[in-house]
């Protein structure tokens, strides 16, 4: 493979900027273009060692930094690597890079070095995963999970559910291509017991993925309401500062406002839509047509109330809008006397909290709600958790095929029937890994990774 570089830092200033080369030339390359102060060879540097010295271009010298050698295979690709730290200013990176391509390396593409690490044996594909979530990650519990995950947390769980697999495809195998051979027979309580336990652990895989969305990923969040109950305070409230305009006059918000903010651990990308009423002004009625749609699409809705009236029809069709919905509502303007009818919104949205949005204090109950309306609450993110819709995917097919098997043996089906279900859920796990992952899988992997990692 070629030698590849890119800048490995952020495309801004600051005050170190690192250009990253990887591959059996690139400290050939280096040598080319960085000169220690203290004479050194640098083609002679032990891995894991720096100099001090100038990037030159001939007789141009570009920059003064340190160069960082490390020697295959005890690298992060498992390759020759080498690094450039320079002052992190944009033109003397870009110059720098340019440098080291004129001398013959090739332009990284999105992810390349991490990709390079795992065709060398450096990590498996679910570890690669776990990367660029932990560069992604916004909070403390999804850094928990993400460095989990590139720890090898998920890889090793997800081995020994193969292992369980491929001792079951084994032995029924042995038995079915050798009758005449002196071995047992497999016992269909056994194997149905190691089935179940394996059906158990991905269901719970799938099952702590779905609920720690909202944690890793972030989850689509509709504030929704009549107007003028306080949902443009209450988003002013979550973000922090004033994000939304806030008067006592029905109908302020005409279009959908949104922000990304951190609730506790939990990552919630609001939309703050107009006030969901019948209405005969045509710009209002745009705006609830498309808070409407806002509403349908969202993954959580926070459907607030105003506590110091009473409960009307338009509040009934708001329920009736959010049924079915994973809803929080929020009976607001607690500081007030309460005259809707809180029973019966809690009838119809257990997870009902009565608050005022103009109290800080608010916060807090609202976060234990959100997280035990989205199955976070006790949710260990120092445990096994998976980190993408793929692996995700990987495990939703594996465990298809296990209940296809569980199915096939209730049935008294022959063993070759539930060795193929079996050898089929072996095959998604080990493209969940990438021990069996097509090319193009392994791609769409890496496509979403910035440059320089």
Not at 24 to 46: R, T
Not at 343 to 363: F, K
């Amino acid at each position: 493979m070629s030698t590849i570089a890119a800048i490995a830092t952020p495309n801004a200033a600051g005050g170190i900027g690192i250009v990253r080369l990887s591959g059996e030339n690139a400290i050939e390359i280096a040598a080319k273009c960085f000169f220690p102060f203290s004479g050194k060879d640098v083609a002679a540097m032990k891995g894991y060692t720096a100099a001090y010295g100038a990037v030159r271009d001939g007789d141009t010298e570009l920059d003064d930094g340190v160069l960082l050698v490390y020697r295959a295979p005890k690298s992060y690709t498992g390759e020759n690597v080498v690094e450039i730290c320079c002052h992190g200013g944009l033109y003397v990176l870009q110059q720098t890079l340019r440098l080291v391509l004129r001398l013959g390396a090739a332009p990284a593409g999105p992810g390349e070095f991490t990709k390079r690490a795992y065709l060398n044996g450096k990590m498996d594909l679910s570890q690669a995963e776990g990367v660029m979530n932990v560069i992604s990650a916004q909070g403390e519990a999804a850094l928990r999970a993400a460095r989990g995950t590139l720890q090898g947390a998920l890889s090793r769980r997800i081995g020994e559910i193969t292992s369980t697999l491929v001792a079951a495809a084994a032995a029924l195998a042995a038995w079915a291509d050798y009758p005449d051979e002196d071995i047992p027979a497999v016992e269909n309580a056994a194997l149905a017991d190691a089935l179940s336990g394996v059906k158990d652990r991905l269901t719970r895989l799938i099952r702590d993925y779905d609920n720690g969305k909202a944690v890793t990923e972030g989850v689509k969040t509709a504030i929704c309401g009549k107007p003028n109950v306080g949902k443009s305070t209450l988003m002013n409230l979550l973000s922090g500062y004033r994000k939304s305009i806030v008067t006592p006059i029905s109908g302020t918000t005409r279009d959908v406002v949104e922000e990304t903010v951190r609730l506790g651990d939990l990552t919630l990308r609001l939309m703050d839509t107009a006030g969901i009423r019948d209405t005969d002004d045509p710009v209002e009625r745009m705006g609830v047509q498309l808070a409407r749609e806002k509403l349908d699409e969202a993954d959580l809705v926070l459907c607030v109330f105003d506590g110091s009236l009473p409960f009307d029809d338009e509040d009934a069709a708001l329920l009736q809008a959010v049924r079915g919905k994973t809803c929080l509502a929020v009976v607001n303007k607690a500081d007030l006397e309460t005259k809707t009818d809180v029973d019966r919104i809690r009838a119809a949205v257990p997870e009902t909290v009565v608050l005022s949005a103009t109290d800080p204090d608010a916060l807090e109950t609202l976060q234990k709600s959100a997280e035990r309306l989205l199955g976070v609450a006790g949710l260990d993110f120092t445990q096994e958790l998976l980190a993408s819709e793929r692996q995700r995917a990987c495990c939703a097919a594996a465990l298809e095929n296990v209940a296809d098997a569980l199915s096939a043996l209730s049935a008294g089906l022959t063993v070759d029937a539930v060795g193929v279900d079996i050898d089929c859920a072996v095959d998604a796990l080990l493209t969940l890994t990438g021990k069996k992952a097509s090319d193009e899988i392994v791609s769409e992997v890496f496509r979403r990774f910035c440059v320089g990692k």
